[in-house]
């Protein structure tokens, strides 16, 4: 498993993803996500759960200890922060299922952010 996190956080690398975390944290901190319920759907991003997977975690190997990450912002970096209300919730609960996937295998965990109770996880696997 290991040569295959090193060559995530590689490709991670390569794609900017601490660029585009930092943007989408900078969007949610000024509420600048648009949010909309227009039916008209905007160009997505088709990903596969391989690939969304794959993404999540690059987002975890860049992000700095404690390494956690709320689904809302990872769901921004991933498939960008113009989606529908009806679209944002949905690719939030693919996000979700993932999560509880690599929560079962050991690579995160569940934790509490703020009072909120926010839903985010924790890369938790020895790198």
Known sequence: MMPSLV???QMADKQDMVGLLKMAKKQAEL????????????EEMKLNC??????????FLILPEP?????SVAS???FGPLLTKVR???????LVDISQVLQSVGLVKRVMV???????FQYVWET
């Not at 509420?31 to 905007?42: C, G, R």
Request: hydrophobic share 45%; charged share 25%.
């Open 50 to 59: 391989v690939m969304m997977t794959q993404k999540l975690l690059m987002l």
């Open 31 to 42: 509420a600048e996500i648009v949010k909309t319920d227009n039916t008209e759907e905007l």
């Open 67 to 71: 390494r956690i990450i709320s689904l």
């Open 114 to 120: 703020g009072s909120k109770k926010t839903l985010a």
């Open 88 to 94: 944002r919730c949905s690719c939030l609960q693919k």
């Open 7 to 9: 060559w995530l956080r």
């Open 76 to 78: 921004c970096v991933i």
